[in-house]
């Protein structure tokens, strides 16, 4: 038997796990504690956000706490994701000057906790992106814009964005994929949960058949074409009385589950830097949803030695699931793939 | 998003004509308070009055009106906050203390990092519960 290849490095994000943070059913550090027991590292990602109040400014006193949490587990930072929040105003958009402000403080606390990558929104322009980079190099921290659905590597602002990385070469302007851009079909759980709460089966038909009209147009290139694809979610919604959430209906076929070509992936490999294994939900030991052979099999091609969290999101609807039994499946069916093409998963500090 | 965690069970409240009830944030990172509006609270099919609607938040009870400005405020995902309005005299007289009763609680909340094309993208989240009226702590 041929050795096995090293592959990319195994982890998780706290994300994942939000349900059982968002009820108070576990601290920040009970999540930790818990990621590292069951071996979902060693890399771990955290939404500052999300697990850290006062973010990006928790004080000394988290800093040293966090530090000695990561110490005590030997878990290993991966990504801080951090948001760009243009509309934090409801008079206006954050500047250009004060986007640099706001983020700068999230990429410099990021360092601070020991994280190598910060994760960054789509809502930064590549102007943005470059005047950003003094402030990543001088923290030593790479900055990886996540493309995620309804975007895609092809779409042309993330074309635009490829193109300015290329041309400075920084090494430290890359991306995040997330493997919800590139979707096969809508969760079985959350046409599960639509069954659970009473949605009709007509609807349930029709939104199904709506998903794959669209893949077969393909990811969309333009707002309009998104927020056309949106309305019509949202219209089937609201013919059945639905209307009232009718756009959560709309975020969640539209924006979660893409329908870009794995193969897609290939165009952005070489700036890639860490990755969000994004799953809805784990069926037999197989991911029905994100085709995971496919995506897998150009990270094998393009011998990815990065870092991918596994980033359960069937959590937004499932309320019946444990989030670590998931992310424990979803770990065990990327060992074996990556297996069978000849890399063994980095499981290991 | 986890809309079946929005209204907190047993804390309905009915104080003189002031209902309250708490309220958990349906996404899962904090928010500004800027980021919050469209505060809807009905028992029963009674609304309480549009302008009377308060939300406490951080120690602070803010009306609605108050909330569009606060965008350096934060709402952390874990922190319910105390959605309550004023009902009128005769929807008051129409509760039974001791019945249950169906609990309406809408929120927009606008997502300050998506921008939806005509603006940042506002979400609509509601839950229904039917609760009891707590006693007065």
């Known amino acids: 038997m041929t050795e096995l290849k090293q592959g990319h490095l195994q982890g998780t994000t706290l994300y994942s796990y939000t349900r059982m943070f968002h009820e108070g059913k576990a601290t920040m550090e009970d999540l930790i504690r818990e990621v590292a027991r069951r071996g979902q590292g060693p890399g771990l990602e955290v939404i500052g956000f999300q697990s850290i109040r006062n973010w990006p400014n928790p004080g000394a006193e988290f800093i040293k706490s966090f530090r000695a949490i990561m110490d005590e587990t030997g878990l290993i930072p991966t990504s801080m994701a951090v948001n760009a929040d243009i509309g934090l105003r409801r008079d206006r958009n954050l500047t250009h000057d004060e986007m640099i402000d706001y983020m700068a403080a999230q990429i410099n606390m990021a ?7 910060a994760r960054v929104q789509i809502s930064m322009t590549p102007d943005v992106m470059e005047a950003l980079l003094p402030v990543a190099e001088k923290a030593n921290v790479k900055l990886g814009l996540e493309i995620h659905s309804h975007h895609s590597p092809r779409h042309p602002e993330m074309v635009a964005h490829r193109e300015r990385y290329e041309k400075l070469n920084s090494g430290f302007l890359g991306f995040v994929p997330d493997f919800g ?5 809508m969760p079985p759980s959350l046409i599960e949960k639509y069954r659970k709460t009473g949605v009709p089966e007509e609807m349930i038909t029709e939104l199904e058949a709506l998903w794959q009209v669209h893949h077969s147009e393909g990811a969309p290139h333009d707002g309009p074409t998104q927020g056309k694809r949106m ?22 076929h539209c924006g979660l589950f893409g ?3 794995p193969e897609e992936w290939r165009d952005i490999m070489h700036l890639v830097w860490h990755t969000h294994g994004k799953f809805f939900g784990m069926h037999d030991g197989v991911e029905p949803t994100t085709p995971l052979p496919a995506i897998m099999k150009v990270y094998a091609d393009t011998g990815y030695t990065g870092s991918i969290s596994s980033e359960y999101e069937g959590f937004h609807w499932n309320n019946w699931s444990n989030p670590f039994d998931q992310v424990d499946a979803h770990q065990k069916y990327i060992r074996e793939i990556m297996e069978g093409y000849g890399y063994q998963v980095r499981t290991k500090a | 998003m986890m809309r079946d965690n929005i209204i907190e069970p047993g804390s309905l409240r009915l104080n003189g004509n002031t209902l309250s009830v708490k309220v958990h944030m349906p996404w899962y990172r904090a928010l500004p308070l800027s980021s919050v509006c469209d505060l809807v609270l009905d028992i029963d099919g009674h609304a309480v009055a549009p302008e009377s609607i308060h939300w406490l938040i951080n120690g602070t009870n803010y009306a609605a009106a108050e909330l569009p400005p606060l965008h350096t405020e934060w709402w952390f995902v874990t922190d319910a906050a105390v959605l309550s309005g004023t009902l009128s005299d005769e929807a008051v007289a129409a509760l039974d203390p001791a019945a249950d009763h169906a609990v ?6 606008y997502i300050p990092y998506i921008d ?6 506002l979400v609509h989240e509601g839950d229904r519960k039917t609760l009891k009226i707590e006693k007065a702590a």
Request: charged share 10%; net charge negative.
């Open chain 1, 231 to 252: 309305g019509q979610v949202a219209g089937i919604a609201a013919k059945y009385g639905f209307g009232e959430t009718a756009i959560d209906y709309a975020i969640n």
């Open chain 2, 104 to 109: 309406h609680v809408g929120l927009g909340i």
């Open chain 2, 116 to 121: 939806a094309g005509a603006g940042t993208l």
């Open chain 1, 111 to 117: 360092s601070t906790l020991g994280f190598p990558v």
């Open chain 1, 181 to 185: 851009t590139t979707c096969i079909g």
């Open chain 1, 259 to 261: 329908h870009a070509d």
